[in-house]
Structure formats: structure tokens, C-alpha cells
T-cell receptor, first 113, second 112 residues
Framework: TQLLEQSPQFLSIQEGENLTVYCNSS?????LQWYRQEPGEGPVLLVT?????EVKKLKRLTFQFGDARKDSSLHITAAQPGDTGLYLC?????????????FGAGTQVVVTP | NAGVMQNPRHLVRRRGQEARLRCSPM?????VYWYRQLPEEGLKFMVY????????ESGMPKERFSAEFPKEGPSILRIQQVVRGDSAAYFC??????????FGPGTRLTVL
């Protein structure tokens, strides 16, 4: 069973539309990271959130960590074709095992011109 | 400012051969992690190492797989007597203590 559930699994939208990707768990995480991965490449870190209720903005991307630190969302405003990729969330269980993240299966986002 | 480097990027082995995957962490990073990714799946944690120490290998198969991070040189993930089911992308990530991880470009292993 997947510790972190990401939804939807696949999302196809037109350029200029908005989208939201969700990452949910029944477990509490000490930190949560979002990555974007393109075909044939390694995941690229987008953001790390550590405080319940935290909201971080990165240009057109908005990341939110749930108050209970069990869930997170990524919202993209006015999506562009360059936003196409596999979006992965990863949760860290404890602060002393920082590297042992649990990854979700990812949401494949396709933005068409 | 070089990022995490992995080589080779692609590796083809026949069943029964050995595969050696190398990872050079980002400058200043002393923590290395190895993950495996199968098509259409997320990353699965394998092992977490610091210099000369294996901190957590709970995700490593008990047989044929080993990892090391020597005092000098890159981290090595070794797979002995490879089987077709070992075909996957293997990613290395590095961090310094208490910071986020940065991933390398991966090694795509194909077992014929």
C-alpha cells in the first residue's frame, strides 16, 4: 500500500488553465517535499514545507501543507507547456532520518499549447 | 557548482553479470541516498549512507545488492548476478545534515 496517495494520477489541461495536485496520507510527516521530474531525468526539488498550515509560493506555483501535516497540495496558476512533468510528493517521517522519504506515485501533468 | 553526478547514465547487462552504479554527491554533502524507480511508479527508498557508514538499508533487497560510501571517492551501488527484474532507473540523492535532498540524473539499468 502506498503511504502517500497522490491524485489525480494523470491530468491534461490547456495552456492558461489552473490545476491542483493533491498528496494525502493517514500519517503525520515532519516535512514534505514536492519534486518535478521530466522524462529521462532525476527529480528536481521545487519546495520543502515543514510547518502545519504553511503556504509557500514559487512564481505561479502555490504549495500548502495541511494543518495536521498529513496532506499537501500544489496549485499551478495559468499553466504553461513548460509545467509538463511528473509531480512527486515525498514525506519525511522524522527529523533524524531526513533522507528516508516516502514518495507518492506521482501525478503526470500534461499542458498543451 | 556541480550537482549530483551519476554514471553511467545507461547500463546494459546480461543476466548473471554485475552492475556497478556510481554517485558523486554535491560538493559539501556527506549524506547519500539511493532510490529505485520502476516505470509508472514513484521512487522507492533503498539505502541511506554517510561517509563510511550505512545508516539505513531497510529498503535494500537482502541478497545481491550492496552499497558503500567510502571516505574517498563516489558512493557505489552494486548489484551482483543481475536478473531482468533489476531493470529500473536508479537515482542517487545527496544532502548535508538536516537539509533537503538533491537528485542526480539517474542510471538506467537494462538487464537482457
Amino acid at each position: 500500500t502506498q503511504l502517500l496517495e497522490q491524485s489525480p494520477q494523470f491530468l491534461s489541461i490547456q495552456e492558461g488553465e489552473n490545476l491542483t495536485v493533491y498528496c494525502n496520507s493517514s500519517s503525520v510527516f515532519s516535512s514534505l517535499q514536492w519534486y518535478r521530474q521530466e522524462p529521462g531525468e532525476g527529480p528536481v526539488l521545487l519546495v520543502t514545507v515543514v510547518t502545519g498550515g504553511e503556504v509557500k509560493k514559487l512564481k505561479r506555483l502555490t504549495f500548502q501543507f495541511g494543518d495536521a501535516r498529513k496532506d499537501s497540495s500544489l496549485h499551478i496558476t495559468a499553466a504553461q507547456p513548460g509545467d509538463t512533468g511528473l509531480y512527486l510528493c515525498a514525506g519525511g517521517m522524522t527529523t533524524d532520518s531526513w533522507g528516508k522519504f516516502q514518495f507518492g506515485a506521482g501525478t503526470q501533468v500534461v499542458v498543451t499549447p | 557548482n556541480a550537482g549530483v553526478m551519476q554514471n553511467p547514465r545507461h547500463l546494459v547487462r546480461r543476466r548473471g553479470q554485475e552492475a556497478r552504479l556510481r554517485c558523486s554527491p554535491m560538493k559539501g554533502h556527506s549524506h547519500v541516498y539511493w532510490y529505485r524507480q520502476l516505470p509508472e511508479e514513484g521512487l522507492k527508498f533503498m539505502v541511506y549512507l554517510q561517509k563510511e557508514n550505512i545508516i539505513d538499508e531497510s529498503g535494500m533487497p537482502k541478497e545481491r545488492f550492496s552499497a558503500e560510501f567510502p571516505k574517498e571517492g563516489p558512493s557505489i551501488l552494486r548489484i551482483q548476478q543481475v536478473v531482468r527484474g533489476d531493470s529500473a532507473a536508479y537515482f542517487c540523492a545527496s544532502s548535508s545534515a538536516g537539509t533537503s535532498e538533491y537528485f542526480g540524473p539517474g542510471t538506467r539499468l537494462t538487464v537482457l
